[in-house]
């Protein structure tokens, strides 16, 4: 059983910078392929990153290319997102989500979820 939990979230103006983390309980962190999701009011959960066990591999969704940045400390159980130049379409509850396998990175289809963490960019 892995337990995750978000934080980092907040209010921040367009084109500002943002890091979410996300701190997972138990020592088999290191086993897990993370991911990085946002669900917007009244939209779909939508993929945003991924990295693999290692932190060596990492995969984006277009929007997001060259602006967002996913990172792992498997020393801290912690896997973080970095983002810049923040839009207000990007509003919305981000979560991170863990798997033992790579797949298909866009597939909502995960072992475990944490609750969310909120980000709103101001226009």
């Known amino acids: 059983q892995v337990q995750l939990v978000e934080s980092g979230g907040g209010l921040v103006q367009t084109g500002g910078s943002l890091r979410l983390s996300c701190a997972a309980s138990g020592r088999t962190f290191s086993m897990y392929v993370m991911g990085w999701f946002r669900q917007a009011p009244g939209k779909e959960r939508e993929f945003v990153a991924q990295i693999n066990w290692s932190g060596g591999r990492t995969y984006y969704a277009d929007s997001v290319k060259g602006r967002f940045t996913i990172s792992r400390d498997n020393g801290k159980n912690t896997v973080y997102l970095e983002m810049n130049s923040l839009r207000p379409e990007e509003t ?5 989500a ?9 597939s909502r289809d995960r072992d475990y979820w944490g609750k969310g963490t909120l980000v709103t960019v101001s226009s």
């Open 92 to 96: 919305a509850v981000y979560y991170c």
């Open 98 to 106: 863990a798997r033992r396998t790579w797949g298909t990175p866009e």
